[in-house]
């Protein structure tokens, strides 16, 4: 059965520093992946996804991931963090051969220190 | 831009009581979707609505719940005798033509509190 796996229930980070918030997903068959985030009180925006196209995806907000199928990984980050970017952060698969649901991740919560 | 609202924001209702959550997807979408979350747990997957049927239910999804699309609008979850493990912000998303690749959009959710 497929998995997503988020290290790091809660990541901090200075403003202007990288942010690395990491993904390991588990699958049987190619998945498709995604990086949603959620501000307070608020619901799911996708911030990007991979589809099978360029393995490096760029996202909303100067976010991008990396999609590396030999370490099942598709790590999120950004040069430089934001106070903006203090959100809540899911990664999520989806497979081409079923009705497109989503398994989440645990779910990371970003800080940004000024 | 377009989005799923969903009705109400919050639910109280009392244990054993039957709640109905509302959503209304983008307009031209085919794909509906319920999902909830447990106070600091995952987001979860309940439910998969294509062609005004379910595709596919996860095992939370047991007979005490059902979906809707009544109208061709609204998107509808019924809880039919609420328990207190059914606390939870309950999502909706909708997603359109093409069931792999397109991107679910979500709306802002329903935080149902069982007391």
């Known amino acids: 059965a497929q998995s997503v796996t988020q290290l790091g229930s809660h990541v901090s980070v200075s403003e202007g520093a990288l942010v690395l918030l990491r993904c390991n997903y588990s699958s049987s068959v190619p998945p498709y992946l995604f990086w949603y985030v959620q501000y307070p009180n608020q619901g799911l925006q996708l911030l990007l996804k991979y589809t099978s196209a360029a393995t490096l995806v760029k996202g909303i907000n100067g976010f991008e991931a990396e999609f590396k199928k030999s370490e099942t990984s598709f790590h999120l980050t950004k040069p430089s963090a934001h106070m903006s970017d203090a959100a809540e952060y899911f990664c999520a698969v989806s497979l081409y051969n079923q009705g497109g649901k989503l398994i989440f991740g645990q779910g990371t919560e970003l800080s940004v220190k000024p | 831009e377009p989005e799923v609202t969903q009705t109400p924001s919050h639910q109280v209702t009392q244990m054993g009581q039957e709640v109905i959550l509302r959503c209304v997807p983008i307009s031209n979408h085919l794909y509906f979707y319920w999902y909830r979350q447990i106070l600091g747990q995952k987001v979860e997957f309940l439910v998969s609505f294509y062609n005004n049927e379910i595709s596919e239910k996860s095992e939370i999804f047991d007979d005490q719940f059902s979906v809707e699309r009544p109208d061709g609008s609204n998107f509808t979850l019924k809880i039919r005798s609420t328990k207190l493990e059914d606390s939870a912000m309950y999502f909706c998303?909708?997603?359109?033509?093409?069931?792999?690749?397109?991107?679910?959009?979500f709306g802002p959710g329903t935080r149902l509190t069982v007391l």
């Open positions: 998303a909708s997603k359109g033509t093409d069931s792999r690749t397109d991107t679910q959009y």
